[in-house]
Each structure stands twice: as C-alpha cells, then as structure tokens.
C-alpha cells in the first residue's frame, strides 16, 4: 500500500492534523503535507480549521464522500438481498416496488421541470446517472443505448425487475410515454443495453 493510500486509510477514523497523520505514518510532516494536497486535488480529502480549547486553531484533514468511495462498498449484494426477499414474499410486490422507485427517481432527475422531457434529454439524465448513454434516431425511432449498467450486479439476478422493470419504466417516466421498448439488454448477454420510442409517441426535442 503505498503512501497515499495509507493515509486514506487512516482518515477513516476521524479527522487528523498533518502532524499526527506523520507520527502514525513515521515519516516527516512535509512529506504527509505534500501527499494530503494531491489528495485534497484529486478530491479525495478536505481540510478544515476547528478549534480544540484554546489557542488556534488546528487544520484537520478528512475523507471527502469520493474518498469514502474508494473503500469496498456492498450496495448491490445488499439490495440484491431485498429484493429476493421482497420476491419470495409477492412478486408482484416488487414489481410495484420497482415502479415506485422509478416514479421518485425521475422526480429527482426532472428537479424543477414541471414535465417530462423528449427522448434526447432523458438520454442526457440517464447518463448524468451513470449509464453512460447515447442517443440516436432512425427513420421510425429514438433509440438510448446505456453501455454502463449502474445495478449489473442486481440486473444479473433479477433482469426482469431491473432491465424490463426498473431501467425501461425509468425512461418512461422521463419521457411520459408508455411505449419505450427493451430491445438489447447487457443481463442478457448483450454489450449495452437499448431501448426504443417510437417517434409518434416521442415528445419533440
């Protein structure tokens, strides 16, 4: 592990001044400076000055939300645990669970648009997301193709709850259309996923 890293590691505790982080790590005060402003550029730490009794006050460095990101996370293997859980109970409970969500999650993806948006601009969101997104058109359709799958893990176990639920209800809420189909699908062996709208049904960008 190399310098960096360790500090990293460190910071989980708790904010720590250079000067301590440098007697944990055995090497000089400079050094652990130099590292911290790397990180701190790479966005991975902030620094702050908090007063602790009197006297002045002391820079304390700490993790950044994408500096705890870089520690192993569970996510998917967690959810995926609920939504089987949810399944064995009532399929059809999660199927109306996974609509739920995408109804909330486009709400917070439209932010203040009082509607929906046409195909092109759900493409953009759904790539702000992480799918990583492109949009064409043909002479009878729209077509997003997501080359990332943010749920692969999830999408793997359960494709119809994600792929032909969760991904494609996402997309119409978005788009207020009903029509949005699942053509290629990367849980299905597939390298991207694609879905299509018709152009009588899409919105006019």
């Known amino acids: 592990m190399d310098t960096k890293e360790r500090i990293l590691e460190l910071l989980l505790g708790g904010?720590?001044?250079?000067?301590?982080?440098?007697?944990?790590?055995?090497?000089?005060?400079?050094?652990?400076?130099?590292?911290?402003e790397a990180l701190r550029s790479?966005?991975?730490?902030?620094?702050?000055?908090?007063?602790?009794?009197?006297?002045?006050?002391k820079k304390l460095y700490g993790l950044t939300e994408k500096g705890l990101e870089r520690f192993p996370r569970r996510y998917d293997e967690v959810l995926e645990l609920l939504v089987r859980e949810i399944e064995s109970d009532d399929a059809g409970r999660a199927?109306?669970?996974?609509?739920?969500?995408?109804k909330r999650l486009a709400r917070e993806l439209l932010g203040e648009r009082a509607?929906?948006?046409?195909?092109?601009?759900?493409a953009d969101l759904l790539n702000n997301l992480g799918?990583?997104?492109?949009?064409?058109?043909?002479?009878?359709?729209?077509?997003?193709?997501?080359?990332?799958?943010?749920?692969?893990?999830?999408?793997?176990?359960?494709?119809?709850?994600?792929?032909?639920?969760?991904?494609?209800?996402?997309?119409?809420?978005?788009t207020g259309k009903g029509s949005v189909k699942l053509e290629r699908c990367m849980a299905y062996g597939d390298e991207v996923c694609v879905h299509t709208v018709p152009f009588p049904n899409r919105v006019a960008n």
């Open 15 to 36: 904010k720590k001044s250079a000067l301590t982080l440098s007697e944990e790590l055995g090497i000089r005060e400079s050094a652990v400076r130099a590292h911290l």
């Open 42 to 57: 790479g966005g991975l730490v902030l620094s702050s000055l908090v007063r602790l009794g009197r006297g002045r006050p």
């Open 95 to 102: 199927s109306r669970y996974m609509k739920g969500v995408a």
């Open 115 to 122: 509607t929906t948006v046409g195909v092109k601009e759900a």
């Open 131 to 174: 799918f990583h997104t492109s949009y064409s058109e043909t002479d009878g359709e729209a077509t997003i193709t997501s080359a990332n799958c943010i749920l692969r893990r999830l999408a793997l176990k359960h494709p119809t709850q994600v792929c032909s639920g969760l991904h494609t209800w996402l997309i119409e809420e978005l």
